[in-house]
């Protein structure tokens, strides 16, 4: 009766051995690729830069779509983590900002909180994704 779960556990180990795909050698970057071989996608592109306006008379003479609140921020969990950093938070709300195709930020505010759920200490900024037309 001890056999059978020793002859079950060496029949599973096994059957998983049979996945095991033969080992292939991965061909040098120097050789162009073939026609057998598929072509390489090109990576991601980045998003477009956000330009980050602080100061809304900088938009008057500009024509501009206002799409919508972005925020970003950044978390330090406990005292003894890296502190919460504005810049990281502003760069979350530009990237936020990239996302819904805007191509500027008019910043509202940034500060640092304490006491919000789940963080020592949080630095929040919030602002205005914006579509700036050129002219």
Do not use: W
């Not at 390489?40 to 830069?49: E, I, L, V, W």
């Not at 191509?103 to 505010?109: D, G, S």
């Amino acid at each position: 009766m001890r056999a059978l779960p020793l002859c079950l556990l060496a029949l599973s180990l096994t059957g998983c051995s049979l996945l095991h795909k033969p080992y292939q050698p991965i061909s040098s970057p120097t050789t162009q690729p073939t026609q057998s071989e598929p072509a390489r996608s090109k990576p991601a592109p980045r998003p477009a830069p956000v330009k980050l306006y602080t100061n809304a008379a900088d938009l008057v003479s500009k024509p501009f779509r206002d799409l919508g609140e972005v925020s970003g921020e950044s978390c330090q969990s406990t005292a003894q983590d890296s502190p919460a950093n504005l810049n990281t938070a502003r760069k979350r709300m530009q990237i936020r900002a990239s996302s819904m195709k805007a191509n500027a930020v008019l910043l509202h505010k940034c500060e640092i909180v304490t006491g919000a759920p789940g963080c020592y200490r949080q630095a929040v900024c919030q602002g205005s994704a914006l579509k700036v037309s050129d002219q």
